[in-house]
Protein backbone atom coordinates (compact mmCIF):
# COMPACT_ATOMS: atom_id res chain seq x y z
CA UNK A 1 0.00 0.00 0.00
CA UNK A 2 2.00 2.85 -1.39
CA UNK A 3 1.72 6.05 0.67
CA UNK A 4 -0.37 4.52 2.99
CA UNK A 5 1.89 3.88 5.90
CA UNK A 6 0.21 3.62 9.24
CA UNK A 7 -1.53 -0.32 9.68
CA UNK A 8 -4.34 -0.14 11.68
CA UNK A 9 -4.58 -3.84 13.57
CA UNK A 10 -7.64 -5.20 13.73
CA UNK A 11 -8.46 -7.35 17.40
CA UNK A 12 -11.90 -9.24 16.52
CA UNK A 13 -13.92 -9.69 19.76
CA UNK A 14 -16.68 -11.36 18.69
CA UNK A 15 -16.28 -15.15 19.90
CA UNK A 16 -15.59 -13.16 23.39
CA UNK A 17 -17.09 -9.91 23.86
CA UNK A 18 -19.65 -10.41 21.30
CA UNK A 19 -20.31 -14.01 22.59
CA UNK A 20 -21.35 -12.27 25.97
CA UNK A 21 -24.07 -10.67 24.51
CA UNK A 22 -27.61 -11.79 26.42
CA UNK A 23 -28.82 -15.01 24.56
CA UNK A 24 -25.82 -15.61 22.10
CA UNK A 25 -23.98 -19.18 23.31
CA UNK A 26 -22.14 -20.75 20.36
CA UNK A 27 -20.46 -23.91 20.75
CA UNK A 28 -16.87 -25.09 20.17
CA UNK A 29 -18.20 -26.09 16.68
CA UNK A 30 -19.73 -23.13 15.64
CA UNK A 31 -16.84 -21.27 17.35
CA UNK A 32 -14.24 -22.49 14.83
CA UNK A 33 -16.48 -22.29 12.28
CA UNK A 34 -16.84 -18.47 12.93
CA UNK A 35 -12.96 -18.69 13.90
CA UNK A 36 -11.97 -19.86 10.62
CA UNK A 37 -14.17 -17.05 8.59
CA UNK A 38 -12.40 -14.12 10.52
CA UNK A 39 -9.38 -15.87 9.45
CA UNK A 40 -10.07 -15.79 5.95
CA UNK A 41 -11.10 -12.26 6.79
CA UNK A 42 -7.80 -11.49 7.56
CA UNK A 43 -8.50 -9.98 11.07
CA UNK A 44 -4.96 -9.44 13.21
CA UNK A 45 -6.23 -11.09 16.63
CA UNK A 46 -9.26 -13.20 17.08
CA UNK A 47 -9.96 -13.27 21.01
CA UNK A 48 -11.46 -16.46 21.05
CA UNK A 49 -12.82 -16.49 24.53
CA UNK A 50 -12.22 -16.14 28.30
CA UNK A 51 -10.94 -19.84 29.69
CA UNK A 52 -11.57 -19.53 33.36
CA UNK A 53 -15.24 -18.22 33.26
CA UNK A 54 -16.35 -22.18 31.70
CA UNK A 55 -15.31 -25.59 30.63
CA UNK A 56 -16.63 -25.02 27.52
CA UNK A 57 -14.89 -21.40 26.79
CA UNK A 58 -11.57 -23.11 27.68
CA UNK A 59 -12.16 -26.18 25.08
CA UNK A 60 -13.04 -23.57 22.79
CA UNK A 61 -9.79 -21.49 22.80
CA UNK A 62 -7.79 -24.99 22.90
CA UNK A 63 -9.76 -26.15 19.57
CA UNK A 64 -9.25 -22.98 17.89
CA UNK A 65 -5.58 -22.52 19.28
CA UNK A 66 -5.25 -25.88 17.66
CA UNK A 67 -6.98 -25.43 14.18
CA UNK A 68 -6.67 -21.52 13.04
CA UNK A 69 -2.30 -21.09 12.84
CA UNK A 70 -2.30 -18.32 10.44
CA UNK A 71 -4.04 -15.41 13.18
CA UNK A 72 -2.70 -14.24 16.93
CA UNK A 73 -5.30 -16.19 19.15
CA UNK A 74 -6.17 -14.61 21.98
CA UNK A 75 -7.82 -15.53 25.27
CA UNK A 76 -9.34 -13.02 28.20
CA UNK A 77 -7.74 -13.19 31.82
CA UNK A 78 -8.59 -11.11 34.99
CA UNK A 79 -5.09 -9.81 36.85
CA UNK A 80 -4.62 -13.24 39.18
CA UNK A 81 -2.64 -16.41 39.29
CA UNK A 82 -5.75 -18.80 38.51
CA UNK A 83 -7.37 -17.17 35.37
CA UNK A 84 -3.82 -16.31 33.99
CA UNK A 85 -3.01 -20.02 34.18
CA UNK A 86 -6.11 -21.26 32.66
CA UNK A 87 -5.69 -18.48 29.60
CA UNK A 88 -1.86 -20.31 29.36
CA UNK A 89 -3.16 -24.07 29.66
CA UNK A 90 -5.64 -23.08 26.88
CA UNK A 91 -3.48 -21.10 24.22
CA UNK A 92 -0.76 -23.75 24.77
CA UNK A 93 -1.23 -25.12 21.11
CA UNK A 94 -1.57 -21.46 19.43
CA UNK A 95 1.22 -20.72 17.15
CA UNK A 96 0.97 -17.12 18.40
CA UNK A 97 -0.91 -17.04 21.23
CA UNK A 98 -1.95 -13.37 23.34
CA UNK A 99 -2.48 -13.13 26.81
CA UNK A 100 -5.14 -10.69 27.43
CA UNK A 101 -4.81 -9.53 31.02
CA UNK A 102 -6.93 -6.74 32.57
CA UNK A 103 -8.02 -4.83 35.76
CA UNK A 104 -10.36 -2.04 36.62
CA UNK A 105 -8.71 1.38 37.07
CA UNK A 106 -11.61 3.40 38.17
CA UNK A 107 -12.39 5.06 41.22
CA UNK A 108 -15.98 3.32 40.88
CA UNK A 109 -15.07 0.21 40.28
CA UNK A 110 -12.04 0.12 42.64
CA UNK A 111 -14.47 0.76 45.48
CA UNK A 112 -17.28 -1.58 44.41
CA UNK A 113 -16.19 -4.41 42.34
CA UNK A 114 -12.57 -4.85 43.25
CA UNK A 115 -12.99 -3.47 47.10
CA UNK A 116 -8.81 -2.42 46.37
CA UNK A 117 -6.30 0.85 46.97
CA UNK A 118 -4.91 1.81 44.14
CA UNK A 119 -1.50 0.42 45.03
CA UNK A 120 -2.77 -2.93 45.36
CA UNK A 121 -3.90 -2.62 42.06
CA UNK A 122 -1.11 -1.33 40.43
CA UNK A 123 1.03 -4.33 41.97
CA UNK A 124 -1.52 -6.64 40.82
CA UNK A 125 -1.30 -5.54 37.44
CA UNK A 126 2.71 -5.68 37.04
CA UNK A 127 2.34 -9.55 38.80
CA UNK A 128 -0.26 -10.34 36.52
CA UNK A 129 1.90 -9.29 32.97
CA UNK A 130 5.06 -11.04 34.35
CA UNK A 131 3.16 -14.09 34.97
CA UNK A 132 1.38 -14.13 31.89
CA UNK A 133 4.95 -13.62 29.96
CA UNK A 134 5.53 -17.57 31.18
CA UNK A 135 3.37 -18.96 28.55
CA UNK A 136 3.82 -16.35 26.08
CA UNK A 137 5.94 -13.42 24.60
CA UNK A 138 2.72 -11.14 23.55
CA UNK A 139 0.76 -10.03 26.69
CA UNK A 140 -1.91 -7.00 26.02
CA UNK A 141 -3.21 -5.22 29.06
CA UNK A 142 -6.50 -3.68 29.31
CA UNK A 143 -7.48 -1.33 31.99
CA UNK A 144 -11.35 -1.75 32.82
CA UNK A 145 -13.18 1.28 32.86
CA UNK A 146 -10.36 3.18 31.93
CA UNK A 147 -12.35 6.49 30.59
CA UNK A 148 -14.09 6.57 33.54
CA UNK A 149 -10.63 6.45 35.64
CA UNK A 150 -8.04 9.35 37.01
CA UNK A 151 -5.99 9.67 34.31
CA UNK A 152 -2.33 10.22 36.18
CA UNK A 153 -3.28 6.51 37.80
CA UNK A 154 -4.33 5.67 34.77
CA UNK A 155 -0.80 6.42 33.11
CA UNK A 156 0.95 4.73 36.24
CA UNK A 157 -1.29 1.66 35.65
CA UNK A 158 0.23 1.69 31.81
CA UNK A 159 3.63 2.19 32.90
CA UNK A 160 4.15 -0.51 35.65
CA UNK A 161 2.14 -3.43 32.40
CA UNK A 162 4.98 -1.76 29.93
CA UNK A 163 7.92 -1.97 32.53
CA UNK A 164 6.94 -5.74 33.09
CA UNK A 165 6.78 -6.44 29.13
CA UNK A 166 3.45 -5.90 28.36
CA UNK A 167 3.57 -5.66 24.26
CA UNK A 168 -0.05 -3.70 23.62
CA UNK A 169 -1.94 -1.73 25.98
CA UNK A 170 -5.44 -1.06 25.75
CA UNK A 171 -7.88 1.84 26.52
CA UNK A 172 -11.30 0.62 26.58
CA UNK A 173 -14.65 2.91 27.45
CA UNK A 174 -16.04 -0.13 28.87
CA UNK A 175 -19.16 1.55 29.81
CA UNK A 176 -19.49 3.27 26.16
CA UNK A 177 -19.53 6.69 28.36
CA UNK A 178 -16.86 8.95 26.13
CA UNK A 179 -17.86 11.19 23.27
CA UNK A 180 -15.34 11.95 20.37
CA UNK A 181 -13.91 15.13 21.07
CA UNK A 182 -12.94 13.88 24.92
CA UNK A 183 -11.69 10.48 23.85
CA UNK A 184 -9.13 11.88 21.77
CA UNK A 185 -7.93 14.39 24.35
CA UNK A 186 -7.56 11.30 27.02
CA UNK A 187 -5.34 9.49 23.91
CA UNK A 188 -3.10 12.61 23.36
CA UNK A 189 -2.95 12.35 27.85
CA UNK A 190 -1.72 8.59 27.74
CA UNK A 191 0.67 9.18 25.07
CA UNK A 192 1.89 12.56 26.75
CA UNK A 193 2.70 11.00 30.42
CA UNK A 194 2.76 6.98 29.61
CA UNK A 195 6.69 6.10 29.84
CA UNK A 196 7.53 3.67 27.59
CA UNK A 197 4.00 4.34 25.27
CA UNK A 198 5.79 4.64 21.88
CA UNK A 199 7.37 1.19 22.17
CA UNK A 200 4.09 -0.84 22.53
CA UNK A 201 0.90 -0.95 20.65
CA UNK A 202 -1.99 1.53 21.74
CA UNK A 203 -5.15 -0.06 21.53
CA UNK A 204 -8.69 0.92 21.93
CA UNK A 205 -11.98 -1.02 23.14
CA UNK A 206 -15.44 1.39 22.75
CA UNK A 207 -18.80 0.05 23.37
CA UNK A 208 -21.43 1.82 21.76
CA UNK A 209 -24.07 2.32 24.87
CA UNK A 210 -24.33 5.69 23.33
CA UNK A 211 -23.98 4.54 19.51
CA UNK A 212 -20.26 6.23 19.36
CA UNK A 213 -18.17 2.94 19.45
CA UNK A 214 -17.41 3.76 15.61
CA UNK A 215 -16.74 7.05 16.02
CA UNK A 216 -14.62 6.96 19.37
CA UNK A 217 -12.60 3.89 17.28
CA UNK A 218 -12.19 6.21 14.64
CA UNK A 219 -11.02 9.35 16.91
CA UNK A 220 -7.98 6.70 18.55
CA UNK A 221 -6.64 6.09 15.11
CA UNK A 222 -6.96 9.92 14.36
CA UNK A 223 -4.77 10.43 17.59
CA UNK A 224 -2.21 7.77 17.35
CA UNK A 225 -3.93 4.37 18.24
CA UNK A 226 -2.56 1.55 16.18
CA UNK A 227 -5.25 -1.24 17.33
CA UNK A 228 -8.42 -1.51 17.05
CA UNK A 229 -10.93 -3.64 19.37
CA UNK A 230 -14.66 -4.68 17.54
CA UNK A 231 -17.02 -7.10 16.94
CA UNK A 232 -18.58 -8.80 13.55
CA UNK A 233 -22.22 -7.05 13.32
CA UNK A 234 -21.78 -5.14 16.25
CA UNK A 235 -22.59 -7.41 18.73
CA UNK A 236 -21.26 -7.82 22.35
CA UNK A 237 -22.36 -6.73 25.94
CA UNK A 238 -25.37 -4.66 26.39
CA UNK A 239 -25.41 -1.98 23.24
CA UNK A 240 -22.57 -4.22 22.01
CA UNK A 241 -18.64 -3.20 20.70
CA UNK A 242 -17.51 -0.92 17.50
CA UNK A 243 -18.62 -2.97 14.84
CA UNK A 244 -16.14 -4.36 12.15
CA UNK A 245 -17.02 -3.79 9.09
CA UNK A 246 -17.85 -0.20 9.78
CA UNK A 247 -14.60 0.49 10.76
CA UNK A 248 -13.25 -1.47 8.15
CA UNK A 249 -14.79 0.18 5.65
CA UNK A 250 -14.79 3.31 6.76
CA UNK A 251 -10.61 3.01 6.61
CA UNK A 252 -11.01 1.43 3.10
CA UNK A 253 -13.40 4.08 1.48
CA UNK A 254 -11.44 6.99 3.33
CA UNK A 255 -7.96 5.85 3.40
CA UNK A 256 -6.19 8.48 1.38
CA UNK A 257 -7.98 11.24 3.72
CA UNK A 258 -6.88 8.77 7.02
CA UNK A 259 -3.49 7.57 6.30
CA UNK A 260 -4.32 4.52 7.30
CA UNK A 261 -5.06 0.57 6.48
CA UNK A 262 -6.02 -2.31 7.63
CA UNK A 263 -5.26 -5.72 6.09
CA UNK A 264 -8.80 -6.81 6.32
CA UNK A 265 -9.86 -8.37 3.23
CA UNK A 266 -13.05 -6.22 2.47
CA UNK A 267 -14.28 -9.03 -0.04
CA UNK A 268 -15.52 -11.55 2.85
CA UNK A 269 -16.98 -9.10 5.02
CA UNK A 270 -20.93 -10.12 3.68
CA UNK A 271 -20.37 -13.62 4.09
CA UNK A 272 -18.68 -12.91 7.92
CA UNK A 273 -21.39 -11.11 8.33
CA UNK A 274 -24.00 -13.56 7.40
CA UNK A 275 -22.27 -16.64 9.19
CA UNK A 276 -22.47 -14.26 12.39
CA UNK A 277 -25.88 -13.37 12.17
CA UNK A 278 -26.84 -17.37 11.43
CA UNK A 279 -25.01 -18.71 13.69
CA UNK A 280 -25.62 -16.13 16.87
CA UNK A 281 -29.32 -16.11 15.96
CA UNK A 282 -28.39 -11.84 16.18
CA UNK A 283 -30.33 -9.73 13.69
CA UNK A 284 -29.00 -7.48 12.18
CA UNK A 285 -31.16 -4.39 11.32
CA UNK A 286 -32.00 -3.99 7.75
CA UNK A 287 -30.64 -0.19 7.64
CA UNK A 288 -27.54 -1.23 9.53
CA UNK A 289 -23.98 0.28 7.77
CA UNK A 290 -22.51 -2.01 5.61
CA UNK A 291 -24.31 -5.18 5.83
CA UNK A 292 -28.34 -4.15 6.96
CA UNK A 293 -30.03 -5.78 4.07
CA UNK A 294 -31.05 -2.52 2.90
CA UNK A 295 -27.61 -0.78 2.97
CA UNK A 296 -26.85 -0.74 -0.72
CA UNK A 297 -31.11 -0.60 -1.68
CA UNK A 298 -32.28 2.86 -3.55
CA UNK A 299 -35.54 3.00 -3.68
CA UNK A 300 -36.37 6.69 -4.45
CA UNK A 301 -37.09 7.61 -7.54
CA UNK A 302 -35.19 10.15 -8.25
CA UNK A 303 -31.80 8.13 -7.03
CA UNK A 304 -32.99 4.55 -9.12
CA UNK A 305 -32.72 7.28 -11.74
CA UNK A 306 -29.19 8.44 -10.88
CA UNK A 307 -27.86 4.96 -10.20
CA UNK A 308 -29.22 4.03 -13.67
CA UNK A 309 -26.87 6.98 -15.11
CA UNK A 310 -24.09 6.84 -12.79
CA UNK A 311 -23.97 4.54 -10.17
CA UNK A 312 -21.22 6.97 -8.40
CA UNK A 313 -24.11 9.05 -8.29
CA UNK A 314 -25.36 7.30 -4.84
CA UNK A 315 -23.44 4.67 -4.31
CA UNK A 316 -19.69 5.63 -2.26
CA UNK A 317 -19.02 1.28 -1.41
CA UNK A 318 -19.32 -1.28 -4.35
CA UNK A 319 -21.76 -3.82 -2.81
CA UNK A 320 -19.23 -6.84 -4.91
CA UNK A 321 -16.53 -5.26 -3.03
CA UNK A 322 -17.43 -6.80 0.05
CA UNK A 323 -18.84 -9.75 -1.04
CA UNK A 324 -22.09 -9.03 -2.05
CA UNK A 325 -23.32 -10.75 -5.26
CA UNK A 326 -26.68 -10.88 -6.52
CA UNK A 327 -27.20 -13.70 -9.09
CA UNK A 328 -30.39 -14.22 -10.69
CA UNK A 329 -29.49 -17.68 -11.41
CA UNK A 330 -31.51 -20.64 -9.54
CA UNK A 331 -31.08 -24.14 -9.37
CA UNK A 332 -34.02 -26.51 -8.83
CA UNK A 333 -34.96 -30.27 -8.46
CA UNK A 334 -33.13 -31.20 -11.52
CA UNK A 335 -30.09 -29.66 -10.20
CA UNK A 336 -26.90 -32.24 -9.45
CA UNK A 337 -24.87 -32.72 -6.62
CA UNK A 338 -22.26 -30.68 -9.32
CA UNK A 339 -24.39 -27.61 -9.29
CA UNK A 340 -25.05 -27.47 -6.19
CA UNK A 341 -21.38 -27.72 -4.56
CA UNK A 342 -20.98 -25.08 -7.30
CA UNK A 343 -23.33 -22.59 -5.98
CA UNK A 344 -22.23 -23.15 -2.65
CA UNK A 345 -18.23 -22.40 -3.95
CA UNK A 346 -19.51 -19.09 -5.58
CA UNK A 347 -21.22 -17.95 -2.52
CA UNK A 348 -17.74 -18.63 -0.79
CA UNK A 349 -19.38 -21.17 1.80
CA UNK A 350 -17.16 -24.21 2.41
CA UNK A 351 -18.53 -27.01 3.77
CA UNK A 352 -16.96 -29.84 5.02
CA UNK A 353 -17.32 -33.56 3.27
CA UNK A 354 -20.17 -34.66 5.78
CA UNK A 355 -22.10 -31.06 6.48
CA UNK A 356 -21.96 -31.52 2.26
CA UNK A 357 -23.72 -34.29 2.26
CA UNK A 358 -26.33 -33.52 4.60
CA UNK A 359 -26.68 -30.12 2.81
CA UNK A 360 -27.34 -31.49 -0.62
CA UNK A 361 -29.85 -33.89 1.11
CA UNK A 362 -31.33 -31.01 2.61
CA UNK A 363 -31.37 -29.36 -1.00
CA UNK A 364 -33.10 -31.77 -2.68
CA UNK A 365 -36.04 -32.12 -0.23
CA UNK A 366 -36.56 -28.19 -0.95
CA UNK A 367 -36.06 -28.45 -4.67
CA UNK A 368 -38.94 -31.12 -4.54
CA UNK A 369 -41.20 -28.95 -2.22
CA UNK A 370 -40.53 -25.54 -3.72
CA UNK A 371 -39.26 -25.73 -7.28
CA UNK A 372 -36.90 -23.18 -7.44
CA UNK A 373 -33.96 -22.81 -5.21
CA UNK A 374 -32.21 -18.97 -4.84
CA UNK A 375 -28.69 -17.89 -3.57
CA UNK A 376 -30.55 -17.26 0.02
CA UNK A 377 -31.65 -20.29 0.03
CA UNK A 378 -28.78 -22.24 -0.34
CA UNK A 379 -26.86 -20.09 2.15
CA UNK A 380 -29.72 -20.79 4.93
CA UNK A 381 -29.67 -24.90 4.01
CA UNK A 382 -25.66 -24.28 4.14
CA UNK A 383 -25.60 -21.91 7.21
CA UNK A 384 -27.86 -24.37 9.56
CA UNK A 385 -25.97 -27.06 8.85
CA UNK A 386 -22.88 -25.38 10.57
CA UNK A 387 -24.86 -25.19 13.49
CA UNK A 388 -24.43 -28.49 14.96
CA UNK A 389 -25.36 -29.83 17.80
CA UNK A 390 -25.49 -33.61 18.98
CA UNK A 391 -28.90 -34.97 18.03
CA UNK A 392 -30.23 -36.67 21.74
CA UNK A 393 -33.56 -35.83 20.69
CA UNK A 394 -34.36 -36.24 16.51
CA UNK A 395 -37.86 -35.39 15.14
CA UNK A 396 -39.41 -38.20 13.39
CA UNK A 397 -42.82 -37.27 12.05
CA UNK A 398 -45.60 -34.76 13.25
CA UNK A 399 -48.92 -33.86 12.33
CA UNK A 400 -51.24 -30.54 13.08
CA UNK A 401 -54.95 -29.96 13.13
CA UNK A 402 -55.98 -26.71 13.17
CA UNK A 403 -58.98 -24.33 11.81
CA UNK A 404 -61.15 -21.72 12.49
CA UNK A 405 -63.28 -23.57 14.48
CA UNK A 406 -61.37 -26.28 16.06
CA UNK A 407 -58.86 -26.15 19.29
CA UNK A 408 -55.42 -27.04 17.31
CA UNK A 409 -53.72 -30.19 18.46
CA UNK A 410 -50.13 -31.62 17.42
CA UNK A 411 -48.92 -35.26 17.73
CA UNK A 412 -45.52 -35.41 17.31
CA UNK A 413 -42.73 -38.55 17.54
CA UNK A 414 -39.31 -38.09 18.89
CA UNK A 415 -36.66 -40.75 18.53
CA UNK A 416 -34.62 -40.84 22.05
CA UNK A 417 -31.65 -43.49 21.75
CA UNK A 418 -33.28 -45.41 18.89
CA UNK A 419 -36.61 -45.16 20.68
CA UNK A 420 -40.11 -43.50 19.06
CA UNK A 421 -41.67 -41.43 22.00
CA UNK A 422 -44.93 -40.16 20.92
CA UNK A 423 -46.43 -37.17 22.79
CA UNK A 424 -49.82 -35.33 21.67
CA UNK A 425 -51.45 -31.93 23.20
CA UNK A 426 -53.75 -29.35 22.10
CA UNK A 427 -52.90 -25.56 22.27
CA UNK A 428 -53.65 -22.39 21.08
CA UNK A 429 -52.37 -22.77 17.18
CA UNK A 430 -50.70 -25.64 15.89
CA UNK A 431 -47.13 -24.26 17.06
CA UNK A 432 -48.43 -23.91 20.78
CA UNK A 433 -49.91 -27.46 20.46
CA UNK A 434 -46.30 -29.15 19.59
CA UNK A 435 -44.42 -27.07 21.47
CA UNK A 436 -46.77 -28.48 24.75
CA UNK A 437 -46.24 -31.89 22.76
CA UNK A 438 -42.35 -31.66 22.38
CA UNK A 439 -42.37 -30.44 26.41
CA UNK A 440 -44.25 -33.71 27.50
CA UNK A 441 -41.88 -36.39 25.22
CA UNK A 442 -38.67 -34.71 26.32
CA UNK A 443 -39.66 -33.76 30.35
CA UNK A 444 -37.22 -30.40 29.69
CA UNK A 445 -39.03 -27.96 31.50
CA UNK A 446 -37.48 -24.82 30.04
CA UNK A 447 -39.20 -21.35 29.41
CA UNK A 448 -39.78 -19.94 25.90
CA UNK A 449 -38.31 -16.35 25.86
CA UNK A 450 -38.49 -15.34 21.98
CA UNK A 451 -40.28 -16.98 19.30
CA UNK A 452 -39.50 -15.60 15.87
CA UNK A 453 -40.09 -16.11 12.14
CA UNK A 454 -39.00 -14.64 8.82
CA UNK A 455 -38.85 -15.46 5.42
CA UNK A 456 -35.10 -16.33 3.79
CA UNK A 457 -36.14 -15.29 0.24
CA UNK A 458 -39.21 -14.07 -1.44
CA UNK A 459 -42.51 -15.56 -2.85
CA UNK A 460 -45.25 -17.16 -1.65
CA UNK A 461 -43.30 -20.38 -1.25
CA UNK A 462 -40.51 -18.93 0.69
CA UNK A 463 -38.48 -20.83 3.00
CA UNK A 464 -39.24 -20.04 6.41
CA UNK A 465 -36.51 -19.89 9.22
CA UNK A 466 -37.38 -20.16 12.95
CA UNK A 467 -35.38 -19.14 15.63
CA UNK A 468 -36.31 -20.16 19.25
CA UNK A 469 -34.81 -18.88 22.76
CA UNK A 470 -35.52 -21.12 25.25
CA UNK A 471 -33.84 -20.36 29.44
CA UNK A 472 -33.49 -23.64 32.13
CA UNK A 473 -32.00 -22.56 35.33
CA UNK A 474 -30.67 -19.16 33.75
CA UNK A 475 -29.14 -20.63 30.84
CA UNK A 476 -30.72 -19.78 27.48
CA UNK A 477 -30.40 -21.10 24.01
CA UNK A 478 -31.14 -20.28 20.69
CA UNK A 479 -32.70 -23.09 18.80
CA UNK A 480 -33.15 -23.08 14.92
CA UNK A 481 -35.33 -24.44 11.96
CA UNK A 482 -35.70 -23.95 8.60
CA UNK A 483 -38.81 -25.60 6.16
CA UNK A 484 -41.31 -24.34 3.63
CA UNK A 485 -43.46 -25.15 6.36
CA UNK A 486 -43.48 -22.65 8.81
CA UNK A 487 -45.08 -25.40 11.97
CA UNK A 488 -42.16 -27.74 10.45
CA UNK A 489 -39.73 -25.16 11.20
CA UNK A 490 -40.93 -24.20 14.44
CA UNK A 491 -40.91 -27.68 15.64
CA UNK A 492 -37.24 -28.20 14.40
CA UNK A 493 -36.00 -25.02 16.32
CA UNK A 494 -37.50 -25.83 19.51
CA UNK A 495 -36.05 -29.34 19.23
CA UNK A 496 -32.42 -28.09 18.02
CA UNK A 497 -32.67 -25.83 21.21
CA UNK A 498 -33.87 -28.88 23.96
CA UNK A 499 -30.47 -30.59 22.02
CA UNK A 500 -28.53 -27.36 23.19
CA UNK A 501 -29.68 -27.42 26.44
CA UNK A 502 -28.66 -31.13 27.16
CA UNK A 503 -25.38 -30.20 25.15
CA UNK A 504 -24.63 -27.36 27.75
CA UNK A 505 -25.31 -29.25 30.40
CA UNK A 506 -22.38 -31.65 29.78
ZN1 LIG B 1 -16.06 -5.04 26.09
Redesign the pocket.
Known sequence: MENIKNRIYIFD?TLR?GEQAPGIHLNTREKLEIAQQLSRLNVDVIEAGFPISSKSDFHSVKEISAKIRDRKIAALARANPKDIDAAGEALKGAEQPVIHTFISSSDIHLKYQLKKSKEEVLQLAGEAVKRSLKYTDLVEFSAMDATRSDREFLCRLFEMAIRNGAGIINF?D?VGYAIPSEFGEMIDFIFENTAGIEDVILSV?C?NDLGLAVANSLMAIEHGVKQIECAVNGI??RAG?ASLEEIAMIIDTRKKDLGVYTDINIGEITRTSSIVKSLTGYAVAPNKAIVGKNAFSHEAGIHQDGMLKDRSTYEIIKPEDIGLKSSKLVLGKHSGRHAFIERLADLGIRLNENDLEKAFDRFKDLAEKKGEINDEDVRAIAENEMREVPEHFVLKYYEVRSGSDIRSSSKVGIEIAGKINEGSSEGDGPVDASFKAIDKITKINAKLMEYKIEAVSGGKDALGSVRVVISMNGTEVMGSGISTDIVEASIKAYIDAMNRIIDSAD
Open positions: TDPTHHGEN
